[in-house]
């Protein structure tokens, strides 16, 4: 996988490097808080599959999570996920780091954001999830069972 991806939004060419390994473990434990962990719940453990199909699934669970997400925390994540250091605009011929200014610049919207901050997360982790469910999908999946009691193995203490 390549080290930087070109991607089209809204009439704009987005050019998007990957974080630095320690910055995207960071943000990996910050993004899994809020989005990962519940998204996966969505995500069928005993099937690896393409990649595109994992995606697909992995987003269907991130958009259920969205719609809890409280308006500050969402700008913070997507701050976050949008380093101006790594993602470039091209604005004319010019290409411009990514801050408020090139944004409006842009004319960018909220969508537009959510899109780029989608491929971002996309571009950093899209080898990464598959191979964590590959490996552990199935017993996470037995887990979550148990723990909402519709697997039970044992009566509970009473």
Known sequence: MSAVKKVAIGG????????????GLEILGDLQMQFI???????????AGSDMKFMAQAMDGVANVLRGLPGKRAVELGKMLINPELVVVEIGRDGSKLNDVAMQQA?????????????IVMHNYADFWPRIVA????????????????????????
Not at 13 to 19: K, M, V
Not at 37 to 47: F, I, N, S, T, Y
Not at 139 to 152: C, E, P, V
């Open 37 to 47: 962990a519940p998204a996966m719940g969505v995500v069928d453990g005993k099937e």
């Open 107 to 119: 004319d960018m919207t909220v969508g537009d954001v959510l899109e780029l901050c989608i491929e």
């Open 135 to 158: 490996r552990f999908g199935p017993a996470l999946s037995q887990m979550a069972k148990r723990l909402d009691g519709s697997d039970r193995t044992s009566l509970p203490n009473s």
């Open 12 to 23: 704009n060419t987005f050019t998007i490097r990957r974080f630095a390994p320690w910055d």
